[in-house]
């Protein structure tokens, strides 16, 4: 038996409930812990066994490590709804390496490969990486080869329906949607009809379309009629004049009828996707993120960081802790089809996925892809990374695990 606590934290569980414990775990959970609530989480055999507030009486198996977690925010590990991890290819990060730093346990790879390259992502990355990595396949069949060289969409022989379905049932286990990048760079004198060949594909298969928004066309209101519920709008604070979802300091009419229908609206920062006026601007009007993502890729992680740098501008931009949090756990793992099992959560019998962050507050400037700067009082560091049930990150002990 393999068992971990960690003690004394303070634990942000947006999806906090109750439950009986985990399979082969001691003790239950006395009560569920939400934000602000100090406990005590104990992970045994890869699962989270029970979540107990600070000095209940907790069951915990002999020889448990124990790790001081106190000062310390404690969520579920973090799921990155929008990241470019294909190892080897131009775009790719390891998940492994930017994982493990940034608590983020889950990495949804958002097209970095089509049905040409899948075979190869698969070997390089999805049946090895530690991280948990699922994959919306692109359905360009070259995939997003690298950021320097876009227009995978522009010639239509590389938006193939047939290989794109045949590659998505051979990897059911692994592709959980199909990726669309539908602006103006990607696509050229192709225009929709590449959204259009990957409308098809995924209802076909009843998975969801995940559109990129960038430069017109298409335009905005064109790509709002084409997403359904459970489809995924990815960059929705993007700053491209002709198509930002803030017209006039309201969001579009098109805008608001999808989210109505259940589209979900996701950040992916990346290097030109977030325009901090736009953003402010959307929230203002009551229209926050369904999901917090990094757009984590070769040519953002130096200059735009990991998932907990995109959460903190967030904060600083007026979003509250546990929605913040929320956004980068439960809600992108429920999107993902991954909440049954737990996913994104801190609930009994969930999968020992862990992080600790460190809330620092002070002054702190942060800029957006258009050159615009903001201040916030307050960011999170990342301080500890569970995947598993094991400890795969401790800055403590940085030197010295």
Known sequence: ???????????????????????????????????????????????????????????????????????????????????????????????????PR????????????????????????????????????????IGATSILLAGELENLAYSDERSALAAAREHADKIIGIKVRASGNVVGAAGAEPMLRARRVADELGLPLMIHLGPAPPGSDEIMAQLHRGDVLTHCYTGFEDNRLL?????????????????????????????AEVAAGMLAEGFRPDTISSDVHAYSINSVGDLPAVMSKFLALGMG???????????????????????????????????????????????????QTFTGSRRLRSALTVRAGAIVHDERMEGER
């Open 247 to 275: 017209v006039d300091g309201r969001v579009r009419e098109s805008v608001l009828e999808a989210r109505r229908r259940g589209v979900v609206f996701d950040v992916a920062h990346g290097m030109s996707a977030f325009d």
């Open 102 to 141: 940034s608590g983020t346990t889950t990495f949804v790879d958002t097209g970095s490969a089509g049905a040409h390259l899948f075979g190869a992502f698969r070997r390089t990355t999805l049946d090895v990486a530690h991280a948990r990595v699922l994959a919306f396949l692109n359905i360009s069949s």
């Open 1 to 99: 038996m393999r068992a971990l606590l960690l003690h004394g934290g303070e634990v942000v569980d947006p999806d906090a409930v109750g439950g009986a414990p985990a399979a082969g775990g001691s003790g239950g959970r006395p009560g569920p812990a939400g934000a602000g609530t100090l406990a005590d989480v104990l992970l045994v055999d890869g699962r989270v066994a029970a979540v107990a507030p600070a000095g209940a009486a907790l069951e915990v198996p002999e020889g448990t490590e124990r790790v001081d977690v106190s000062g310390l925010l404690v969520t579920p590990g973090l799921v990155d709804l929008h990241a470019h991890v294909f190892v080897g290819q131009d775009l790719g990060v390891d998940p492994d390496e930017v994982g």
């Open 321 to 371: 802790l546990e929605e913040v949090v929320a956004c980068a756990t439960s809600a992108p793992a429920r999107h993902a089809g991954l909440i049954a099992d737990g996913v994104g959560t801190l609930r009994v019998g969930a999968p020992a996925d862990v992080a600790a962050f460190e809330l620092v507050e002070g002054p702190v400037s942060y800029g957006d892809t258009r050159g």
